[in-house]
């Protein structure tokens, strides 16, 4: 089955941070997932990788991420060092590309077993990452909507099936939504089928409203 292009990236200083291997390992096993989706991110990393290389091999490496952006930029000018191979081919199974695969040993033979029901419409696969952030693989059942929340800190969140939309835009396979500390919005999965997505959170979600309230002393999102 084709896919149109990813229309939602992760922004280029994520993507830096992704080729110097500073990000977390949650957020970098999510941009890997992306990666597999997206051609032209995956060419985007592949330059900033060359041209770090490139700056190492001069003793011209710099120490701050803007630095290093700016010189990365700079030197688009003149690529003609870059290979330009075709980028690599990735394995997956169903919706799940390989980086995230080799997270969920059980996706080869099926997720049925691995899904925990944590409210209507919603089943959740927690996956074990450092750096005390959650990640985890959610299912939300076609039309259904999310409750409204607030977020502590960042989340970031990779459609790999179906698609959502809140107050922001639409989102289908391959697209990253990045919420930010303190965004309040609520989620809605698109009709056609079910969302499946990974999603990084930093710090925690608190319902809104009354209900939501009330929910937030008895249930951890």
């Not at 003609?80 to 590309?97: E, K, L, N, T």
């Not at 909507?145 to 396979?173: K, Q």
């Not at 500390?181 to 959170?201: R, S, Y």
Request: proline share 8%.
């Amino acid at each position: 089955m084709l896919h149109t292009p990813p229309r939602a990236h992760p922004s280029d200083d994520v993507l830096l941070e992704y080729a110097a291997g500073t990000l977390p390992e949650a957020t970098a096993l999510l941009v890997a997932t992306h990666l597999a989706l997206c051609p032209d991110c995956r060419e985007q990393v592949r330059t900033y990788e060359a041209v770090g290389g490139a700056l190492l091999e001069q003793d011209a490496a710099v120490a701050d991420a803007d630095h290093l952006l700016d010189a990365c930029l700079a030197a688009l000018d003149n690529d003609s060092h870059f290979d330009r191979d075709p980028p690599p081919r990735y394995c997956a199974y169903g919706v799940i590309p390989r980086p995230l695969l080799d997270y969920l040993p059980a996706a080869e033979t099926g997720l049925d077993r691995l899904w925990t029901q944590r409210a209507r419409g919603l089943q959740e696969i927690r996956i074990p990452t450092e750096c005390g952030l959650t990640t985890k693989l959610m299912r939300i059942s076609a039309g259904q909507p999310m409750p409204r929340h607030r977020h502590g800190g960042r989340e970031f969140t990779l459609v790999l099936a179906g698609g959502f939309s809140d107050d922001r835009g639409a989102y289908r396979r391959g697209d990253v939504a990045l919420a930010a500390p303190g965004e309040i919005h609520q989620p809605v999965a698109h009709d056609d089928a079910d969302c499946v997505c990974l999603a990084v959170v930093e710090g925690r979600l608190a319902l809104t409203g009354p209900v939501g309230r009330l929910l937030n002393l008895f249930v951890r999102f």
